[in-house]
Nanobody
């Protein structure tokens, strides 16, 4: 069972920046499977923020394109998401995903006007 632990969420004003990080559990890394970030706002469905496929192809959600960058860090042990020019509509719980089946518990991002 691959454990994922998100960190870096918090409250920020519109226009600000945040960096989220997802750490893989001991003995696991992000190198050999699809991985990404998703988010879910209250009353809405979970949506893609950013995903890196096994072949390295990166896909960003339309609502965040140009404002976020996803990357693998620390020897493949973390999946990072840098977000800038945040908007109030970016407020959501952000989840890390690995190998399709594994999900973190989420980290809250709140953007105020």
């Amino acid at each position: 069972q691959m454990e994922l632990k998100e960190s870096g969420g918090g409250s920020v004003q519109a226009g600000g920046s945040l960096k989220l990080s997802c750490a893989a559990g001991s003995g696991y890394n992000f190198r050999n499977c699809v991985k990404g970030w998703y988010r879910q706002a209250p009353g809405k469905e979970r949506e893609l923020v950013a995903r890196i496929d096994v072949d390295g192809t990166t896909t960003y959600g339309d609502s965040v394109k140009g404002r976020v960058t996803v990357s693998i860090g620390r020897g493949g042990k973390t999946l990072d998401l840098e977000m800038s020019s945040l908007k109030t509509e970016d407020t959501a719980t952000y989840y890390c995903m690995a190998c399709t089946d594994y999900w973190g518990q989420g980290t809250q991002v709140s953007v105020s006007s």
